[in-house]
């Protein structure tokens, strides 16, 4: 990826959607290890730099690997893709009167849980990925139907697969389960959603994936 080509867009892409989901996780896992609720909250506020950028950065990392350069390059289309990001980063993260009202946190028995506030950036939150995830599983899924090779094919459709089970199992245990269950959980979204990313790295060492995509 980005050591084989530092130059290419879709390899910087790619770094930085791994940052984002790096910085998610260490949040996390930080946050649900905290002995103090103050700690806990000020982990899950830096958690949420990364979670905010995620899907932005996984749709733009798409719209590049299926080789829609043009598109990209609007400055509307980026706006699109990014201006939701940047509005969550500053209410789920940095603006403290708002930030801390989004998290009921919990002392689980093997880490803090969040319940979901339920509230309108919440909510617009929800939209924001759930859309976000369509157009990534439908650029994937037209790029391995449209493929000229095997290895595309499968590229594609895996990608999509893993995509669509990360993001799946991710609102299950985010949205439902610490709603419904008597038992609460920690967050387990950002275990999810480095199965895509797993994807991504196999094909890199097996097949030199993204290096080829740029050939083709």
């Known amino acids: ?15 930085f959607m791994c940052l984002s989901v790096a910085v998610w996780t260490l949040g996390f896992a930080i946050s649900n290890t905290a002995t103090q609720l103050q700690s806990a909250m000020f982990w899950r506020r830096v958690s949420a730099v990364g979670w905010s950028f995620t899907f932005s950065l996984i749709l733009h990392f798409t719209l590049l690997l299926v080789q829609q350069e043009e598109m ?13 990001s940047v509005i969550f980063m500053f209410v789920f993260a940095i603006y403290s009167p708002i930030a801390n009202g989004q998290y009921q946190l919990v002392l689980t028995p093997i880490g803090w849980g969040n319940i979901p506030v339920n509230n309108s950036w919440d909510l617009a939150y929800n939209v924001y990925y759930t859309v976000f995830s369509l157009l990534v599983v439908t650029l994937l899924v037209r790029w391995g139907l449209n493929g000229k090779t095997r290895n595309i094919r499968i590229q594609g459709f895996s990608l999509a697969t893993s995509f ?8 299950i245990t985010e949205m439902f389960a610490n709603s419904l269950l008597s038992e609460k959980i920690p ?13 991504v790295l196999y094909f890199i060492q097996r097949d030199g994936f993204m290096h080829k995509q740029r050939q083709d």
């Not at 990826?1 to 770094?15: I, Q």
């Open 72 to 84: 990209i390059r609007s400055r509307a289309v980026r706006l699109a893709i990014y201006t939701p």
């Open 187 to 199: 967050s387990l979204a950002p275990v999810f959603i480095l199965a895509p990313l797993t994807v």
């Open 164 to 171: 669509v089970v990360a993001v799946v199992l991710s609102t």
């Open 1 to 15: 990826g980005l050591k084989v080509n530092p130059k290419a867009a879709v390899n910087r892409v790619f770094f």
